[in-house]
């Protein structure tokens, strides 16, 4: 009890531990403790420090194996009577190890952590690869140019630029995404002596493990090396990283700054502070900047929040607003989704799944590119399986699979966050399924 | 006593044969084939010989007895014994009422010689054999309109999941493992006792899949499963590091879908080629123009030695066009007289010279005999006009293809063979089928034959209704064109005719009487025979250079080379191999294959090709190289299929929507990802770029790009193209993505595996790629993090000195 490696162990934890610790018979073998929850006893072989990975002799199924495992599966080891914890368990509900994602946005469904812990598990694991980085294939065009000049010098090339074959060619197939990460670790190697574009190359890395892995340790330990603090348009990202991770007191600090970006809007709304985004959004619009995407974005966070006045009042603001003359393109895109969510909110009353007939029902909500057509079978009141069953989406994939998991898991439409980066995927796959719930309302 | 004793022998060879064939279980199909059917056939004469023995005709004896005639109704003789009736005819009349059976003492017929009397003279004389045509006939036309048939096939349901499920426990030594969960299982396991566990949150390159348990239910909220199979370390480390949630699922998640394979393989109890492998044209002529080991030579192979005993029996008995031909000419021909000719005349032997000119053309290298053979011709009919039919009624007229000219030029053949009805019964059997003619040809070593007794009083009815004109004017038998159908057997009022073995010389009929007219070899045959022959060898031979000439044409006029079906063998050889029989079209779900035509030469015509404008080729489906009866679709198992390349798909980068910067379309990419291949992936084009050289989100388009290493050539992608861009929106001339074959593009081997191959391939492609990139490349740059200064110190390693981590 003496060591100080208990120090920060829950109450639960201790008493688990001491319980261990008293059960006799327990010192004949050492045992792991995974994540997953499993334990299996048999015998450390070899602690490898550096690697920090633990060699491990046990009886699987009859036969005796050899295994290494790295630590960021394991959360503890009892060797010689004594328990080592590695990392912290998590609770039953999320995902422990080095992807601590969450996909809950609730308060009560998050962990906290300290900010010491939050520092401990961000630098672990952007010290330590994913555990599919060695399977990955250093992949990329023989003509790439793997000093990063930014801006690429001459035309749009994506065979020779890196910025460009990342949009162009890893950006859109997701079976790619490792590949890139791969090929920005192998640039960040190439170009270590350039601080210029070794920044460049680890702010990417934190792009890519935010965006394509919803990996938030790694993205904010490889923003945290590039430097990226208030001020920088990733910082609210990385933010948002810390607030995923555990610890909303070190979003809130950083997310205090004196330039206000659109995503902070967001942000404070997936928060909980809707309050905070609102007013942002305000003073954002009384700043000067656009209207409409501040409304629309005060309106979701209201939205997401449950409260449908005053985001229908927001959604109400977007269309009111007239049309600027410059980008009328794109104010033209954010006004739709204005008009679709609004008609999704009144959706949105009919969506208990409780009072849902059962059966499979479909519906679809404009996406990106074109419809996002989704599929709701529901059992008993309880919402069984959500899928999207066609869409024509370009990018941001995750929301395709992370949308309709959260719907599952909350079973119902509110409250369910939206992918970053990937918001107009998830709203569309929101309404759709909503519209869904609706056609089988009783 | 050494009748008895021989046909003893003969049972215990055939026994014999068939006993080591059955032990020695071959590795493949072909020798166990020819096992059963040498075996069968011994066994067959030893039984007979055996039935032989027991009834041997008083004053008749003979050592082989095929009669199966039902015999012609004599009043038996005041003074003559009773006849001792066979064992079986014994047994039926103890068992059905004896008003069914004649009155041997009054010559009365009974109720079966009635009933036969009134389906006509030639089912009440034999009745047996056409009973036997009848179920050939009807068999082949289940083979063909159900067992080829793939629209019965359905998917399988995607099953139910029960996702959510978190680790309790596993047990490191048995597997079992136990999972909780806020609610209850669903309801819709209740009745299942084996589930597929997927750790749901698992990397997409590993599925996650842990495998089979069976699911014994704890208290709500909780299941505990054990392993199906014999625990494996992995499964159980898979529990270890995999982080879960887990989901319980009904069926096995990702599977490949088989459906049209498994349904093929279902119905098929029977080898839906069965005809077309023992008509032994086929297989012989293959084999010839491929120089090659043809696997339905062993079938072929044991018709021939079963028709040895029954000389022509395949024409007589088993020939579905032959028994179409009968209904045919019962039906409509013999309603028209005007075209009848009663001489003989010099067409007679054509068979023979067709039969010379086919084989002529198969040792050149080209394979004629699909025009001309049986089975194939009849076959293509029931493709070309019953296929569009059944489609037609069954799914709907839009799903059936347009015919070409090919289609009408093989309707019209169809029709001919039959058209030639008009002017003899049979007409086609008896003097055009080189199938016939091989059989003719066997005849020669035939075992037994039709003879004719002393007591023959020429009354000359078995002349009139011998179908195939192979009775003499002296009643005695023209032995290579006697079928052994025994028609004249029943009409015989003296019981004359017997079908014995070959060398029996029982009171025997003198030959010649009355005088035949006919010379074994006069000077007019032989000048006939060389004059035929000399022509057989010279059409065969213009005909065989004619078509090599197109073809080698078309292979230089840079065409577009046809896109063959999955596991078709190397060109040269898929055209010597290919019978153009149409099997393939017809087992081939929404008639992705289709026959080429006349424009595309003589060569191609009837051969397979892959319209993928029309549809894309099944991923769950391999009936093409199952139903092929010569082996130049090659009978592949669905694994195979899957890697075996026929042709690769090429974008349009002129025409492709997102290319040309029209508009957003993804198809090709959803269809190709929805058939499991994942051959197409996106490339950004028409990106809008800022001032400074920054990408604007949300410009430009998404267009498709195919991974050449992926691509199976099915064509699914082009369908989709063609289907909504050019048919329904009308937005292109042609598809944007075509699947094309040639060199390089697609895999054709006469054996091997297509997945070894893609394997060595893709080892290759990695071994020349980047050898000098290192792989151990994660670098972390130690730099001062000023946000995490103070992080390093509170670590768990740096804070306990003695810990050992």
């Known amino acids: ?442 | 006593m050494r009748l008895l004793c021989i046909a003893l022998a003969f049972l215990i060879g055939g026994f014999a044969v068939l006993a080591a064939t059955f032990i020695q279980r071959p590795f493949v199909d072909e020798p166990a084939f020819l096992g059963w059917g040498a075996g069968g056939v011994l066994c067959v004469i030893g039984l007979t010989m055996l039935v032989t023995a027991s009834r041997r005709r008083a004053k008749s004896p003979a050592s082989l007895r095929l009669d199966v005639f039902l015999p012609f109704l004599v009043k038996r003789k005041k003074n003559a014994l009773p006849a001792s009736p066979m064992f079986m005819l014994r047994v039926a009349r103890s068992v059905l009422p004896p008003s069914w059976f004649a009155d041997q003492e009054t010559g009365k017929p009974g109720k079966i010689r009635k009933v036969l009397k009134k389906l006509g003279p030639t089912v009440s004389s034999a009745p047996l054999r056409r009973a036997v045509q009848a179920v050939c006939l009807l068999l082949f036309l289940y083979l063909f309109f159900y067992v080829c048939w793939p629209y019965t096939a359905a998917p399988a349901p995607p099953g139910e999941t029960s996702p959510g499920w978190r680790l309790l426990s596993v047990d490191q030594t048995t597997g079992e493992v136990e999972l909780q969960r806020a609610y209850p299982l669903e309801s819709s396991f209740a009745t299942r006792s084996f589930v597929h566990v997927v750790d749901e949150n698992a990397d997409p390159a590993r599925d996650g899949y842990t495998g089979v348990f069976r699911l014994h239910r704890g208290r709500p909220g909780m299941v505990v499963l054990t392993p199906q199979d014999p625990v494996s370390p992995e499964m159980i480390e898979a529990f270890l590091v995999g982080v879960g949630p887990w989901a319980l699922h009904e069926r096995e998640p990702g599977r490949w879908p088989s459906h049209y394979a498994d349904d093929l393989s279902s119905k098929e109890r029977v080898p839906a080629e069965v005809f077309l492998m023992i008509d032994p044209l086929v297989s012989l002529s293959t084999a010839v123009a491929a120089r090659s080991w043809v696997w339905s030579l062993i079938s072929a192979a044991s018709i021939l030695l079963v028709c040895v005993l029954i000389p022509r029996g395949f024409c007589g008995y088993l020939c579905p066009l032959g028994t179409l031909i009968d209904v045919f000419d019962w039906g409509i021909a013999s309603r028209v007289k005007r075209f009848r000719i009663a001489d003989n005349g010099w067409w007679v032997h054509v068979k023979y010279y067709l039969l010379l000119a086919v084989l002529v053309c198969a040792v050149f290298g080209v394979l004629a005999s699909g025009y001309v053979a049986a089975i194939p011709v009849v076959t293509r009919g029931m493709l070309f006009l019953g296929e569009p039919i059944q489609s037609g009624v069954l799914r709907e007229w839009r799903l059936v293809p347009p015919l070409n000219a090919g289609h009408w030029f093989s309707i019209v053949l169809f029709l001919g063979v039959f058209g030639l009805g008009f002017l003899q019964p049979r007409f086609w059997c008896k003097y055009v089928c080189p199938s016939g003619a091989v059989f003719s040809l066997a005849n020669l070593f035939r075992v037994t034959e039709r003879k004719v007794e002393s007591s023959c009083i020429h009354c000359n009815k078995c002349v009139e209704i011998c179908p195939f004109d192979a009775i003499k004017p002296d009643f005695t038998t023209r032995v290579t064109d006697c079928t052994l159908c025994q028609t004249c057997g029943g009409v015989c009022p003296t019981h004359a005719i017997k079908f014995v073995e070959r060398w029996n010389k029982v009171e025997l009929k003198v030959v010649g009487d009355p005088p035949t007219g006919e010379s074994s070899l006069g000077r007019r045959g032989f000048l006939s025979l060389a004059a035929g022959s000399a022509s057989a060898i010279l059409g065969g031979s213009v005909m065989a250079l004619a078509t090599r000439q197109t073809t080698a044409d078309i292979r230089d006029s840079g065409n577009r080379i046809p896109v063959r079906p999955p596991g078709s063998v190397p060109e040269r050889e898929f055209l010597q191999m290919c019978i153009r029989c149409g099997e393939c079209f017809k087992a081939c779900p929404n008639n992705v294959l289709q026959p080429m035509g006349l424009r595309d030469g003589l060569n191609q015509l009837w051969t397979p090709q892959v319209v993928a404008d029309w549809a894309g080729c099944e991923p769950s489906c391999n009936a093409c190289g199952q139903v092929c009866p010569t082996g130049a679709i090659r009978a592949l198992p669905l694994a195979e299929k899957k890697a075996a390349r026929m042709g690769l798909a090429i974008v349009n980068q002129q025409t492709c929507l997102p290319f040309a910067g029209r508009e957003a379309c993804q198809l090709c990419v959803d269809e190709c990802t929805a058939a499991g291949y994942h051959a197409i992936e996106f490339t950004q084009v028409h990106t809008v770029v800022d001032a400074t050289g920054q990408p604007t989100p949300g410009s430009g388009f998404l267009a498709p790009v195919i991974l050449a290493d992926q691509c199976v050539g099915c064509g699914v992608c082009q369908t989709r193209c063609f289907g909504i861009n050019v048919a329904e929106k009308g937005l292109l001339q042609t598809s944007a993505i075509v699947v094309e074959a040639g060199d390089g593009k697609e895999d054709r081997m006469m054996d091997g595996s297509y997945r070894q191959l893609r394997a060595e391939k893709a080892r290759q492609r990695d071994n020349a790629k980047h050898p000098a990139r290192e792989r151990n490349d994660y670098f972390v740059p130690e730099l001062a993090d000023p946000q995490a200064s103070d992080a390093e110190r509170v670590t768990p390693e740096n804070d306990t000195s003695e810990s050992p981590f």
């Open chain 1, 1 to 442: 009890m003496k060591s100080p490696l208990f120090v920060r162990c829950s109450p639960g934890l201790l008493l688990l531990v001491a319980f261990t610790l008293l059960r006799p018979g327990a010192a004949f073998a050492d045992v792991i403790e995974f994540l997953s929850g499993a334990k299996v006893e048999g015998k450390v072989v070899k602690i490898d420090k550096q690697a920090k990975t633990v060699e491990f002799e046990a009886q699987l199924g009859g036969r005796a194996v050899n295994r290494t495992y790295t630590y960021d599966k394991i959360h503890a080891v009892t060797m010689n009577n004594k328990r080592y914890v590695l990392n912290p368990r998590l609770d039953g509900a999320s995902k422990g190890g080095a992807k601590l994602t969450s996909s809950t946005s609730t308060d009560s469904g998050m962990v906290r952590r300290s900010k010491a812990e939050i520092d401990a598990i961000i630098d672990q694991a952007g010290r330590t690869p994913p555990d599919w980085y060695d399977a990955t294939e250093l992949n990329y065009p023989d003509t790439l140019d793997l000093s990063f000049p930014e801006p690429a010098p001459g035309g749009w090339n994506n065979q020779k630029n890196v910025g460009q074959f990342v949009w162009d060619i890893i950006n859109p197939n997701a079976s790619r995404w490792r590949e890139g990460v791969r090929l920005m670790h192998h640039l960040l190697k190439v170009n270590q002596d350039n601080p210029v574009v070794r920044t460049r190359v680890m702010r990417s890395l934190g792009d890519m493990y935010f965006r394509f892995f919803q990996d938030y340790a790694r993205a904010a330990y490889w923003w945290r090396q590039a430097g990226v603090k208030a001020g920088v348009p990733d910082s609210v990202h990385l933010a948002e990283c810390y607030w995923r991770l555990g610890n909303s007191q070190m979003a809130m600090e950083l997310l205090n700054q004196r330039t206000i970006y659109l995503g902070m809007i967001k942000l404070w709304g997936d928060m909980g502070d809707t309050r905070k985004a609102t007013d942002l959004a305000e003073n954002y619009v009384r700043l000067g900047g656009s209207p409409h995407d501040a409304y629309l974005l005060a309106a979701e966070a209201c939205r997401t929040a449950g409260q449908l006045e005053p985001a229908i009042r927001y959604y109400q603001k977007v269309l009111d607003t007239p049309l600027p003359e410059k980008q009328k393109e794109r104010v033209e895109r954010v006004r739709n989704r204005a008009v679709v969510n609004l008609e999704a909110i009144r959706l949105f009353e009919l969506t208990d799944p409780k009072k849902v007939v059962n059966g499979s029902y479909r519906a679809e909500s404009m996406g990106y590119e074109g419809p996002v057509e989704v599929e709701v079978r529901v059992q008993d009141g309880r919402i069984e399986n959500v899928e999207v069953t066609r869409h024509k989406e370009k990018q941001y994939y995750s929301a395709l699979n992370d949308i309709p998991r959260q719907i599952i898991e909350k079973q119902g439409v509110k409250g369910v966050d939206a992918t970053s980066k990937a918001t107009i995927t998830a709203e569309a796959i929101v309404n759709a399924a909503a519209k869904a719930l609706a056609k089988g309302a009783k």
